[in-house]
């Protein structure tokens, strides 16, 4: 693996190593001593065209647990301004020698011109690209549906073949919803897109239009609850945001008909009381918290993958 820019790259073997190391990664994060020399000498550049919280963060604290030196470059406050090109933006961090950019950016493709261009030499990883994909989301959801399925510390080598997932919401902009559909469908899960029609993209997936419906015939082993993009959106796409959460979202009313065992995901940030009730993300059958620590783990995992010449991590 060269540059990590959609989770249609990854094959399943591939995909299921990068858990593996992932797994390796969260016992080191959960120990008292949470560092690793690996990457020791190696810079990383945190490329941010977009807002990011958790993105961001994590790819700040896993490059730190990897001992790598971290630049955070945000576009704002920046002399993107005035103007300056991604290219000449990117040629100009690197000017002080950079062994990976991490590219978070509104317009899609974005990462993929920086990678595929001729713009740079080094590993490009995409921390979301507009409305088309989040590769790291989508391993940490996959990582997190490992160990809520099959259990902690019985996850190794292990895939989600036969596992049913509903992703719900607006699927239209949802660049984490393609990084699922196309890692999960990799990894041999069942993947089922719900939204109203006007935020259903044509051509991706099982589609379905009924929510209700959908968890009573599916029984999806997992319900992930999209955001509502509102910042993606120039025209009216639900009548109004009660309604929208009236049929769209999982209210406490449609919680308590789903099994005690249905795992609960959303990306964040979260719009509580829109897609999700507040009580039903903070319930134990909730997995959002534990997607944010995992997010670490995923990204020290990739950066190790594609910056260290090394096959298994040494303390
Ligand atoms: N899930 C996600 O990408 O969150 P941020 O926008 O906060 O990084």
Do not use: C
């Not at 990011?52 to 030196?69: G, H, P, Q, W, Y």
């Not at 997936?205 to 015939?217: F, I, M, N, R, V």
């Not at 910042?231 to 769209?248: D, G, L, Q, T, V």
């Amino acid at each position: 693996m060269r540059h990590l820019l959609s989770t249609k790259d990854l094959t399943r073997d591939e995909a299921i190593a990068l858990l593996d190391l992932s797994d390796e990664m969260a016992q080191v994060n959960e120990r008292g001593l949470r560092k690793l020399p690996t990457l020791r000498g190696k810079t990383v550049v945190n490329l941010f065209f977009e807002d990011s919280t958790r993105t961001r963060v994590s790819f700040e604290i896993a490059a730190k647990r990897l001992s790598a030196d971290l630049i955070n470059f945000s576009a704002k406050g920046s002399s993107v301004s005035k103007g300056e090109s991604l290219k000449d933006t990117a040629q100009t961090l690197a000017a002080g020698g950079v062994d990976a950019f991490v590219i978070r950016h509104g317009a899609s493709g974005a990462p993929q011109a920086l990678a595929e261009r001729g713009w740079t030499d080094v590993p490009v990883i995409n921390a979301g690209d507009g409305t088309h994909e989040h590769p790291t989301q989508g391993l940490l959801d996959a990582m997190t549906m490992r160990e809520r399925l099959h259990g902690f510390g019985s996850t190794r080598g292990k895939a989600l073949d036969g596992v049913k997932v509903a992703i719900v919401g607006d699927i239209a902009h949802s660049r984490v919803a393609r990084s699922n559909l196309y890692l999960l469908k990799t990894l041999g899960a069942e993947v089922h897109l719900v939204a109203p029609p006007t935020l259903m993209p044509r051509g991706l997936g099982l589609q379905h239009y009924d929510l209700d419906e959908t968890l009573a015939s599916v029984k999806p082993n997992v319900v992930m609850m999209l955001r509502i993009q509102l910042e993606r959106m120039n025209s009216a796409f639900f009548p109004s945001a009660n309604e929208y959460s009236n049929i769209w979202g999982l209210t406490e009313e449609r919680f308590a008909r789903l099994s005690d065992k249905t795992v609960i995901m959303h990306p964040g940030p979260m719009n509580r009381g829109l897609e999700i009730a507040s009580s039903v993300a903070d319930s134990p059958q909730s997995a959002i918290v534990r997607q944010v620590a995992n997010g670490i783990s995923v990204r020290m995992a990739v950066l190790f993958n594609l910056i260290s010449q090394e096959r298994q991590i040494h303390e």
